[in-house]
């Protein structure tokens, strides 16, 4: 598949991008505001990977030639950049990344989101597009350690059965990743704020904790 990381020049979408790239079997297309952003981050992932199929487009470039787009711009960004790539994103399955933090006296907690969360207010700004949430709890630091197993869940999300189980099988392309079910999209804002739950360890233990779901 061809995947667009939208606003992917960021650590989360840098990281992901270098792990699709070792993961093989997709082109990976890096959008940003602004191409030479784009093409920068294109040749860092090319560098740490080895791998070729990577380049850097315009948001929009890359939303229409993708068949699949990861979203990793802010939640707060959402509302200035989603609407401008309704028509690129038409009928595909998007997927939403996106975490609303506040760091309020330098700790991080989730901001409410009118929608319920960051990946509805996707969906609600996207209408043609398929929106799943998934990778939430991937931080982009552990992401771009290298290609060590992640050891970790990615807990999806979506009220499309198709789309989520497309957003899972990718899932599991990433070295040490097991994609669990996580119900409808309106179940992500639990996912989402599992993230700020991270952070708040990984400063107390100075490391790079993920989530595993037990018991299955
Ligand atoms: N960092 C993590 O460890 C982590 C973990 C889990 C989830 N996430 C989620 O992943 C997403 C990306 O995280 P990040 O840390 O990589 O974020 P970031 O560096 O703050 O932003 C990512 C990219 O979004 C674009 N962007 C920033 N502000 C924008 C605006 N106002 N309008 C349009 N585009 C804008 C920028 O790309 P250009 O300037 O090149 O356009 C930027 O490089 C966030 O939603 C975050 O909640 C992050």
Redesign the pocket.
Known sequence: VKLAII?G?????KGLAYRFAVAGGQEVLIG???RA??EAAAREVVERSGHEKVAGLENDEAAQQSELAIL????S?QA??LPALRQALRSKTVVS???P?SFRGGRPAVVAVAEGSAAEQAQALLPRSTVVGAF??????KLWEGDTPMGQDVVVCADDEHAKQQVMALAERLRGVRAVDGGPLSCARYVEGI?ALLLNINRRYKTLAGVRIVGM
């Open positions: 606003g020049t960021g650590p989360e979408g940003s505001r602004n952003r784009a990793t711009v802010p939640a960004a200035d950049t990344t996106a975490v933090l939430q709890n991937l931080g982009a630091a993230t």
